[in-house]
Structures are given as C-alpha cells and as structure tokens.
C-alpha cells in the first residue's frame, strides 16, 4: 500500500518562507489528485492544497486562507508533492499532511506522520 512521508517543517518567523515535501512510496500516485491538509490543535484536519493528477493537467486550488502564499506542485518522476509556503502568519501553525484528494475512506493508516510548521517570533 502507498506511503507518505513529510518533511521541510520547523519553526520560523512571522513572514517567512518554508518548502514542505512529501514523498509517495508508489508511482501510480501519479495518476491520483493530492493534498496537503493541516490540523492546528483543538481543530479538524483541513485541506489547504490540491493539485490534480497527471491526466488533468496539474490544475491546483487553494484554501482562502493560504490563496497567493502558499503553492502546491508536484514531481511526478519523483513521486513527490511540494508545498512552498511564503508569508507565513502564526496562524498557519499546525502539523501539515499529504494524501490523496480526497482522502480514501476508511484509510486512516495511509496518513503518515505529518510535519510541524511553527510561526512565532
């Protein structure tokens, strides 16, 4: 079954910059629209960013809160997806995910570990 594994995150300051990658353990991933998803503590997971798979064009959409900061794109000779992610605010703290979109139902073993953004001067 497919894996995913984050990594990029770490603390910084407010108005700076991070790349987030996550890496896809299978290539049929390809083939499949992904996300990065957050959850920030006391609240629900939530989708910041998609990106279509290799059959629609690359198509992204973007959560409002993130629209023309955050940028999702995607490797597929390398199976990995990426996150840049520019002007952070302390509101974008909260551990960050990728997944299929949407995720499979009833697969909650397929989210991997997540990676930590902290935004704090």
């Known amino acids: 079954q497919v894996q995913f594994v984050e990594s990029g995150g770490g603390l910084v300051q407010p108005g700076g910059s991070l790349r987030l990658s996550c890496a896809a353990s299978?290539?049929?991933?390809?083939?499949?629209?992904m996300g990065w998803y957050r959850q920030a503590p006391g609240k629900q997971r939530e989708l910041v960013a998609a990106?279509?798979?290799?059959?629609?064009?690359?198509?992204?959409t973007y959560a409002d809160s993130v629209k023309g900061r955050f940028t999702i794109s995607r490797d597929n000779a390398k199976n990995t997806v990426y996150l840049q992610m520019n002007s952070l605010k302390p509101e974008d703290t909260a551990v960050y995910y990728c997944?299929?979109?949407?995720?499979?139902?009833?697969?909650?073993?397929?989210w991997g570990q997540g990676t930590q953004v902290t935004v704090s001067s």
């Open positions: 299978l290539s049929i991933i390809r083939f499949y629209a």
């Open positions: 997944n299929t979109n949407p995720p499979v139902p009833g697969r909650d073993d397929i």
């Open positions: 990106v279509a798979g290799l059959t629609s064009g690359g198509r992204t």
